[in-house]
Nanobody
Framework: QVQLVESGGGSVQAGGSLRLSCAAS????????MGWFRQAPGKEREGVAS????????YYADSVKGRFTISQDNAKNTVYLQMNSLKPEDTAMYIC???????????????????WGQGTQVTVSS
């Protein structure tokens, strides 16, 4: 069982930045895909970014490329999502996920993931 705990959400104005953290339980962190998803009210869950902990390869949704950066700290079993140049349309619940898979084109579909965190709210005002 993998436990995921997110933190770092909040309210910012458009153009601002936030960094989200996802701390994973230790014994299953290696060789996992870790993903960040977001879900706004009335909308489907959208894959934002993923990272494979085995080699650090990263993938991004087109909507966040150049603005968001996913990274990992293996010593802390933690994955981060640095979000810059935030827009009102980035407003959503951001949810961390983990799955024992490697996806050559990135794991941005919810079906790849077995474990989910509770989420952290991000609100961007114009």
């Amino acid at each position: 069982q993998v436990q995921l705990v997110e933190s770092g959400g909040g309210s910012v104005q458009a153009g601002g930045s936030l960094r989200l953290s996802c701390a994973a339980s230790a014994n299953t962190y290696s060789r996992y895909s870790m993903g960040w998803f977001r879900q706004a009210p009335g909308k489907e869950r959208e894959g934002v970014a993923s990272i494979y902990t085995g080699d650090g390869s990263t993938y991004y949704a087109d909507s966040v490329k150049g603005r968001f950066t996913i990274s990992q700290d293996n010593a802390k079993n933690t994955v981060y999502l640095q979000m810059n140049s935030l827009k009102p349309e980035d407003t959503a619940m951001y949810i961390c996920a983990a799955g024992p898979v490697y996806c050559s084109g990135g794991c941005l579909k919810p079906s790849y993931y077995n474990y989910w965190g509770q989420g952290t709210q991000v609100t961007v005002s114009s």
